[in-house]
């Protein structure tokens, strides 16, 4: 079984630029998650989809990011414009239910 | 807000010692799971505990869920190199599926 498939694995781009990111859940996993990692740090949840539905984004910045999943299967999040404090890992997860969070290898963002 | 504190911050142990960490809550958890990340690599999903004093084994990895639900342990049996990384709790709190996440305990293998 394939796992969350994440592009691009790397990106580097000049603060004020825009960047996206996608991910390609597990088949079949209805919850969808993105979130931010920073070195050092645990997982910080931006935004989580149950199918198409963005249920909780609480701590999604709103002014600059914003996320998507089109018929609830694969999810992209941008960031308009980038900002050097947004480098980071950013990392998509799906679970069937709660039970279990995988994760894919990440994006990670270098904003110079 | 709720918070899931986990400790230690770090864990220097030399190969074949044990290694554990801990996390706690001032609120009872609906469940806890846990978490390992490799250096440079992503949360890979381990258990997931529910029941008041349960307690789970995965080879050597004993995972308990203290009895009132407000603590959680990953206790880790003669170490090996295989074992480095950071190791996460995480919990939906009160059932609202939004999981917090614990600071983790990133395990060193002394050289």
């Known amino acids: 079984e394939a796992g969350v498939v994440q592009s691009p694995r790397y990106k580097i781009i000049e603060k004020k630029q825009p960047v996206a990111f996608w991910c390609n859940p597990i088949?079949?996993?209805?919850?969808l998650y993105w979130y931010r990692q920073n070195l050092g740090q645990g997982p910080e949840l931006l935004i989580r989809?149950?199918?198409?539905?963005?249920?909780?984004d609480s701590q999604l910045p709103k002014d600059r990011f914003s996320a998507e999943r089109l018929k609830g299967v694969d999810s992209t999040l941008k960031i308009q414009p980038a900002e050097l404090g947004d480098s980071a890992v950013y990392l998509c997860?799906?679970?069937?239910?709660?039970?279990?969070?995988?994760f894919g290898q990440g994006t990670r963002l270098t904003v110079v | 807000g709720q918070q899931v504190m986990q400790i230690p911050q770090y864990q220097h142990v030399q190969e074949g010692e044990d290694f554990t960490t801990y996390c706690n809550s001032s609120?009872?958890?609906?469940?806890i799971q846990w978490y390992k990340q490799r250096p440079g690599g992503h949360p890979v999903f381990l258990i997931q505990?529910?029941?008041s004093g349960e307690v789970k084994k995965q080879k050597r990895l004993t995972f308990q869920f203290g009895e009132a639900k407000k603590n959680s342990s990953l206790h880790i049996t003669a170490t090996q190199t295989t074992d480095v990384g950071t190791y996460f709790c995480?919990?939906?709190?009160?059932?609202?599926?939004?999981?917090?996440w614990g600071a983790g305990t990133k395990l060193i293998i002394k050289p």
């Open positions: 989809y149950e199918n198409e539905e963005a249920v909780d």
């Open positions: 997860a799906s679970s069937l239910g709660l039970v279990g969070a995988f």
């Open positions: 088949s079949g996993h209805n919850t």
């Open positions: 995480a919990s939906d709190m009160d059932s609202n599926y939004q999981l917090i």
């Open positions: 505990l529910v029941k």
């Open positions: 609120t009872t958890l609906s469940n």
